[in-house]
């Protein structure tokens, strides 16, 4: 099973982030996933890749935050 590795080959990664190995693929090459080759493989840690997606939920919930606070302001 995928989430019980800590290392996981990009198929395994993909499946865990529910993303296709083509998205994945994408990520990696545009820098935007943490990620690191072993041989010529490309390799992910479970622990990096779940600090990534907490930090991106966190951007998220500020942005949301900004909007939202823009909104009752352009309200006002």
Not at 16 to 30: A, H, I, M, Q, R
Not at 60 to 67: L, P, S
């Amino acid at each position: 099973m995928a989430d019980s590795r800590e290392v996981m080959n990009i198929r395994q990664a993909a499946q865990y982030l529910g993303v296709s190995p083509d998205t994945l693929y994408k990520y990696v090459n545009e820098q935007k996933i943490p990620a690191f080759k072993l041989g010529n493989r490309w390799r992910f840690k479970k622990s990096r890749l779940d600090q990534w997606m907490e930090e991106k939920s966190a951007e998220a919930d500020q942005k949301r935050t900004r909007k939202a606070k823009a909104a009752s302001q352009a309200a006002t």
